[in-house]
């Protein structure tokens, strides 16, 4: 499957956001990139504006268009507000689970863990990164992959109390997601209300 595998730097730039993570670069050059990143740029229209918050959105969860589109349908059917159901839907990913339990030290490297079939739900393995976790499922680490070495520093420190939806339990190493995240609790600076309105026109 094709995924953004650039310079992330690169992108962290674009959106003046810490995509990937903490990027030291944006300390150092808080302009977009390219030759006229640093002049006066033009005026971004609404459209522009709109397509830039679902292509930072995109980037951040690790999503293609194709995916994207059809979790916005799925947002779109369900009761509720739209954008925030979109964005429950996205945190609500096995691979972004894995990233927020600490076991990946970034969504991609928490793809590549469950792609390679480290990670368990409910002691099974699931290989599947767009697999959606249902409250109180159990996400843990495979027998055999406890003793890898990026999960290991991945956890090494990590504070698990800034998710009040899951809980950790270390001993084990696995993790229950225990409600879908409200919207205050989602840390992501993404406005969600810019990307219904793209797909509205």
């Known amino acids: 499957m094709a995924r953004y595998t650039g310079p992330k ?16 670069v944006l300390s150092k050059k808080n302009y977009p990139p390219g030759q006229h990143g640093n002049s006066r740029r033009r005026k971004t229209s609404e459209y522009g504006t709109q397509l830039r918050e679902k292509q930072k959105a995109k980037y951040t969860y690790g999503v293609l268009e194709k995916q994207f589109r059809n979790l916005f ?24 689970v894995v990233y927020r339990l600490g076991i990946a030290p970034t969504r991609a490297a928490a793809r590549q863990l469950v792609s390679h079939r480290h990670i368990t739900v409910d002691g099974k393995v699931v290989n599947i990164p ?19 070495e990026v999960i290991s520093d ?10 009040p939806w899951m809980e950790w339990e270390q001993a084990t190493l696995s993790g229950r997601f225990l409600h879908i995240p409200e ?19």
């Open 73 to 96: 349908d799925k947002a779109q059917r369900a009761s509720g507000v739209t954008g925030e159901i979109l964005l429950q839907l996205l945190e609500s990913r096995l691979d972004n």
């Open 9 to 24: 730097s690169k992108i962290a730039r674009k959106f003046g956001d810490p995509i990937f993570g903490a990027d030291k």
């Open 154 to 163: 991945a956890l090494a420190g990590f504070n698990h109390s800034k998710y």
């Open 130 to 148: 767009s697999y959606t976790l249902k409250p109180g499922q159990i996400i843990g680490v495979r027998e055999r992959s406890k003793s890898l």
């Open 183 to 201: 919207r205050a609790d989602i840390p992501e600076n993404i406005k969600e209300q810019l990307i219904v309105e793209l797909y509205s026109k």
